[in-house]
């Protein structure tokens, strides 16, 4: 059996997009090479139990919920596109407030793995059609909610 582009079907809902994140980066070193940093938010929402984090960025990712690992990312793709990562919560929230952190990496060297191109990291986390939490600051939402923002924090050099 022939497998063939035009044997697959896509619809709107089946692809993941954001609502309100914005690409966000450490003002100003977006070029920097070998650059770590964390981005972090606490969701105290009772409808984190139902929600999704999505993630994609010019980075390399670790994931992290209250203190646990969750997995890494994002998924690669061609230059100039970026595919969105999906991480369902339902189960592994705990009542109260949640912490997740992420851990990047803007390496800008090229390579046959990543590129170089300026780094970014765009996430929000998700429950139904409220935006609980997303980057870039803005309390744009999907919902009638506001987003609370993600914060960013990088380690100080070491002398």
């Given at each position: 059996?022939k497998?063939?582009?035009?044997?697959?079907?896509?619809?709107?809902?089946?692809l993941?997009?954001?609502?309100?994140?914005q690409?966000?980066?450490?003002?100003?070193r977006e070029?920097?090479r070998?650059?770590?940093?964390?981005?972090?938010?606490?969701?105290?929402?009772?409808d984190?139990?139902?929600a999704?984090?999505?993630?994609?960025?010019?980075?390399?990712?670790?994931?992290?919920?209250?203190?646990?690992?969750?997995g890494?990312?994002p998924?690669?793709?061609?230059?100039?596109?970026?595919?969105?990562?999906?991480?369902a919560?339902?189960?592994?929230?705990?009542p109260?407030?949640?912490?997740?952190?992420?851990?990047?990496?803007?390496?800008?060297?090229?390579?046959?793995?990543?590129?170089?191109?300026?780094?970014f990291?765009?996430?929000?986390?998700?429950?139904?059609?409220?935006?609980?939490?997303?980057t870039?600051g803005?309390?744009?939402?999907?919902?009638?909610?506001?987003?609370?923002a993600?914060?960013?924090?990088f380690?100080?050099?070491i002398?």
């Amino acid at each position: 059996m022939k497998f063939s582009l035009s044997d697959m079907t896509t619809t709107s809902h089946d692809l993941a997009a954001f609502c309100s994140a914005q690409p966000v980066w450490l003002k100003g070193r977006e070029l920097e090479r070998n650059l770590f940093a964390g981005f972090r938010v606490v969701v105290d929402d009772a409808d984190v139990q139902q929600a999704v984090l999505r993630l994609t960025g010019s980075c390399v990712y670790r994931l992290f919920l209250n203190g646990e690992f969750l997995g890494y990312g994002p998924a690669r793709g061609p230059h100039g596109f970026y595919r969105v990562d999906e991480w369902a919560l339902q189960g592994r929230c705990r009542p109260g407030a949640n912490v997740i952190a992420v851990e990047v990496a803007g390496y800008n060297a090229n390579s046959y793995y990543l590129l170089e191109q300026p780094s970014f990291l765009q996430a929000e986390v998700v429950s139904g059609n409220r935006v609980l939490a997303s980057t870039g600051g803005s309390r744009v939402v999907c919902g009638r909610s506001s987003a609370t923002a993600f914060s960013a924090r990088f380690p100080r050099s070491i002398a």
